[in-house]
């Protein structure tokens, strides 16, 4: 079950959908404008955003970039215009599926079941830790130190990644060849090495988290 909310302008649009989505078994709150909803993200976590574009005091596509700034929360953006450019705006600020009114309440069931799905994969997958001053931010690829974003090749991303996701395990170095690389690499140890020293320069002092195991590989300590 899934904490939605519901926020357009339109009283009988809310209820239409609340309904719906009540019966899929989800707990279901209302907005009737874009003030209103970025309160309520302030104030509550939710799952999912239906939320419409055209509303009085702050429209959707701005609700949406300010909710943005604090949480990461899937939208779906409703909308009388169907447009190309309406919905590559939508895109290009982070909505995660549009659909045009009027819209079949079935039908917007089953994004949110494609939205949330693809959304609990992402997470399962991807999150945010950080380390003291270190910031590793895997779902968006973006690692910081002290505040300054680092910056690194693809490969000592992947490294780090990996580390990170099994941090406080040991790991030979035959496990990161065939985890980072990839079973059909042609490398040796010399390889993990010399990446593992590129990554411990570029995460400066924060290098102290990345332990040597003597014979062995490495290791990502910290608590």
């Not at 989800?26 to 309520?40: C, D, F, R």
């Not at 693809?154 to 941090?167: A, G, I, R, S, T």
């Not at 090495?193 to 490495?218: A, C, P, Q």
């Amino acid at each position: 079950m899934a904490h939605i909310l519901i926020v357009d302008d339109e009283a009988n649009i809310r209820k239409v959908v609340r309904e719906y989505a009540e019966f899929e078994g989800h707990q279901v709150s209302e907005a009737s404008n874009g003030m209103e909803a970025v309160k309520l993200c302030t104030d509550n976590d939710f799952d999912l955003i239906i939320m419409d574009v055209m509303m009085p005091r702050l429209d959707g596509y701005s609700a949406c970039k300010e909710i943005r700034k604090s949480k990461n929360i899937p939208v779906i953006m409703l909308s009388a215009r169907g447009e190309e450019y309406d919905k590559l705006f939508g895109f290009e600020i982070g909505v995660d599926d549009y659909v045009v009114k009027p819209f079949s309440p079935k039908e917007l069931m089953a994004r949110v079941k494609a939205v949330l799905k693809r959304d609990s994969g992402a997470k399962e997958i991807s999150d945010r830790y950080k380390f003291e001053g270190l910031d590793v931010d895997i779902s968006g690829r973006e690692v910081y130190v002290n505040g300054e974003r680092a910056s690194m090749t693809p490969k000592e991303y992947d490294l780090l990644f990996f580390l990170v996701k099994n941090k406080n395990i040991a790991l030979s170095r035959d496990k990161l060849l065939e985890e980072v690389w990839g079973y059909d690499f042609f490398g040796d140890d010399r390889t993990v090495d010399t990446h593992i020293k590129m990554l411990r320069n570029s995460l400066g002092e924060y290098r102290k988290f990345i332990v040597t195991l003597r014979g062995m590989g490495y290791k990502f300590e910290a608590d």
